[in-house]
């Protein structure tokens, strides 16, 4: 993963997928599968767009996902909760 300096600035169009905030998370969603009811308001709600359709479930993509846990918040069925990043 691209480690993005302090103060970084961003001037060129489309740099946000060169650079991965994914590194900046403390807390990911983890999405229990077996709940999920496809609705996608977690895809519709994420600021980054880092929350994706899955084939059973909405799947995180932790390149991206700063761990906001709007998705958490806004998940009707309760099925994602957010964890304490690993180091
Ligand atoms: S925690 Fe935030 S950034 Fe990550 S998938 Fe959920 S809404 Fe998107
Ligand atoms: S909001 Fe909840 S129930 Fe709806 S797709 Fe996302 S994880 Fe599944």
Redesign the pocket.
Known sequence: MTKITLGLVARTPGASKRNRTGGWRTLRPV?DAS?????????VYCPDSA?KKGEK??RPDYDYCKGCGI?AR????K??TMVEEEK
Do not use: G, N
């Open positions: 999405v709940k999920c009811k496809k609705c996608w308001l977690c895809v929350m479930s909405s998705c806004e998940c009707p069925a099925c994602i």
